[in-house]
């Protein structure tokens, strides 16, 4: 007889998050000591889908008594980098694993309760846990008020992910509204998978909807509305369901305080998608439809690009390294369908890869990583003179990539004897964050800027290396108080939502006072918040 698991109750208690630690405490012994007693050995391979998970969803026992403290979530969170990284050494499915008290159940709901204002911190929420208490039902189902979110969804994030089927999310939002005159939702016309990803969707891009700041409660109603779903799909949903809605959740959370940790989010996906084996393809003979195949590769794909993104702009750990990876890149399996919107997902993998070589290769030249940044860039701004997605796109990923070449070399140095020479590239450099920083603030006046702490740290960090390489350089244009003026003016919009980043502002003043001879004793400098990354800690130590 089947076992009754029970359903999963959200959000965390701090009883849950206590025996949570516990629980990985125990099991890193148990997996340290395998993983140095043992050699590594080949997994079986998994079934095809479609596959249930039942495996994920187990009863959870006696809760401990003891209080867990914002130090102790911090130091279980952890851990899930650590889990990720085993299951990739030893791949392995669910069965053979973890035990059963670490359920992807009770991860989430602790990764969940912690708060998104600042990224780089590990704190329970517990303001944020009272807001998702309260779904007001009637809020979730009105056509009229989420019909433009979904769009707003659409056109913003669906181009920019392989695994989003814009039209199939459009057509699914039509079956889920009724058509009678009281508009109201029919819930049960969806599977619960469709209906998950639909509310995340909304909420998502009611965030990114001009006056976005007064529809976070309603935001809050939405992924409310998808987490009371989320346990009937661990117990009955597919291996594909559950990535599915995990890239939705870090998605969200990317643009909401309130969305949990994008980071443990993150470490907690990939370290499923290893399990499940979705970072190797199947084996030829496998009996899986093409269909099939190529959603399971979007769905890697995505995790990947959001990985080396938010790994990249916090100076993180990749969660899988490339070395570990055998399955088909989207230019080897999307050329044989008619590519549509995945242009720019495309350039989106292809940018993450890059991101990758430069750490993979740092004794390599500055003149080599800019060579293949040039060669990224013309393929993404030359091959559709016709693209649909914004521009602003490419310069977002140039301006990461140019961050990435200089935290990793930590200045601009080649030979003198080459073609190009140190002060072009400098002011390749610079004109490339100018021009994102116009952009992004031209956005903001035309109401389209609602953005996510992923552009926070993209903006901080142009900011930062337009005053770097501009300082003591008469031969380089000086950087205008102007341009400053702009990026700071947008890391305060950002910083109304992400409380936690509020200081990148004041660290850029402070830089900018620094070069202009304004101040030269501001102790934020002489030591900077912990919320800096470390590679762009020590450019500014470099540079000042």
Partial sequence: MAAVCPMLRFPATEEDCNSY??????KRDDLEARIRCQRPHQASQPPAEPLHNNQDAHPEGILGQQNATDNTVQAAMGEIGFLSRSAMAEPRDETGGLSQELSIGRMLRSTLSLNGANPAQSIIDPYGQSVAAMVDPSMTSNKQLALPFITRFVETVGMQFLHIDSKELLEDSEKFFDTSDDTTSDPKCLLPVKRFNLYLS???????????????GLASNYHAAAMKLFPGIIESGTRLDILYCMLSLIIYSLHSALGGSAWHLMGLAMKKAIAFRFHKDVDADAQMAPGMLKARRNVFWSLYTLDRTISTIMDRPFSIEDEDIAVLGPEEYEKTVPAGGCDLACHLVSHARFISSIRDAPSKSVLYHYSNFCYWKDCATGLDQAAKYPHVHIMRLSCRAMSEILKVKGSITIEPSLVRSSSSIEKDFIKACVDYIEDEYQRSDRGEFAGSFVDAYDIFNAGVILICLTAGKPALPQCEANIVNKCTA??????ERFSGLRVFRRVLWALSGLVLGESTNDPIICELPPVIPDGIRDLISEFF
Avoid at 21 to 26: A, H, M, S
Avoid at 490 to 495: A, F, K, M, Q
């Fill in 202 to 216: 909304m909420a998502t891009g009611a965030l990114l909807s001009p006056g976005s700041g007064g529809l976070q």
């Fill in 490 to 495: 947008l890391l305060t919009l950002l910083g």
């Fill in 21 to 26: 630690v516990e629980t990985l405490k125990r």
